[in-house]
């Protein structure tokens, strides 16, 4: 139940985000949307061994960035745009906010609908739980804020709408199932330093070596409770394909497309990378 889709949830926020875009153009309005606090439903779950075929492990001497080709110059703002986001604003940005926030939503979906979610159960010993749901999609999406903050100030910008895109679906997810408020509101806290902390794991185990992040995703998404070294190898390994590709693929069609694909879980030529088709979009970047 907990992953029906909610096509009414996502035309809501199409709606309202549209609207607000209208409103725009005759007055300019910044949003600052913080993530709204999210929570755990723990539950324990059979461990039951995956099978996979070894690898060479990965190793580095130094920490080293994940996209090998140059970093992105920032961007030059003047100073009444530095002041105002100082307080917190957001200033004029390279493209339209709301064409922004509508690839952010995209971009979410696409973490939610192009995952084969039975599988990551199945290979990695899951309960099939809103919980186990959750890490999952926290993977995912963690991937996208590492690949779109390398975007600048626009992509920075994306990122909290792809987190906020996130709350608003996992409450509604846990409203269908049926969770009274006040359980809600406990869970959504959790859930929330659930997030935040797997963030800071997942990073530092991604510009680190296989230990590393191998650690990271047995406290993030085994919860402690991995038994089968060879389902921490095919996560790694997954992680780091998936990191590869997702580099490889257009800054400004992410920004104004928000279209995501994901490589396989398993897959005999892992370290291929295939780019995908570009993107289409019309002149309004839809």
């Not at 970093?71 to 493209?95: D, N, R, S």
Request: hydrophobic share 40%; glycine share 4%.
């Amino acid at each position: 139940m907990y992953r029906r889709p909610l096509q009414g949830v996502v035309r809501n926020l199409l709606n309202a985000t549209a609207s607000r875009a209208a409103r725009a153009k005759v007055k300019t309005s910044c949003l600052t949307l913080a993530p709204e606090a999210n929570a755990a439903f723990q539950l324990d779950g059979s461990s039951s061994p995956s099978f996979t075929a070894c690898r060479t492990l990965h190793l580095t001497a130094q920490l080293s960035s994940v996209k090998e080709t140059p970093h992105q110059l920032e961007e030059e703002v003047g100073p009444f745009t530095k002041m105002i986001e100082a307080m917190g604003f957001t200033g004029p940005l390279k493209y339209n906010k709301w064409k922004i926030k509508i690839a952010a939503l995209r971009m979410y979906t696409c973490c939610v609908e192009r995952i084969n979610y039975d599988q990551f159960f199945d290979k990695c010993s899951l309960p099939d739980t809103l919980n186990s749901w959750f890490l999952v999609a926290q993977l995912h999406v963690w991937m996208c804020l590492v690949r779109m903050r390398q975007e600048g100030r626009a992509g920075k910008y994306m990122c909290r709408y792809i987190v906020h895109s996130m709350w608003e679906d996992v409450e509604q997810r846990s409203k269908i199932m049926g969770v009274d408020a006040t359980h809600r509101k406990e869970a959504l806290k959790a859930m929330t330093e659930t997030f935040y902390a797997a963030l800071f794991g997942y990073d530092e185990g991604v510009l680190s070596d296989d230990r590393v992040l191998a650690a990271a995703l047995w406290r993030n998404l085994f919860n402690c409770e991995c038994e089968d070294p060879r389902q921490l190898e095919l996560l790694v390994q997954y992680v780091r394909k998936q990191m590869q590709f997702i580099d490889s693929l257009n800054g400004e069609d992410l920004l104004l497309t928000g279209e995501v694909k994901w490589r396989p879980l398993e897959e005999h030529n892992a370290q291929s990378i295939l780019k995908v088709a570009t993107p289409t979009y019309n002149d309004t970047g839809l």
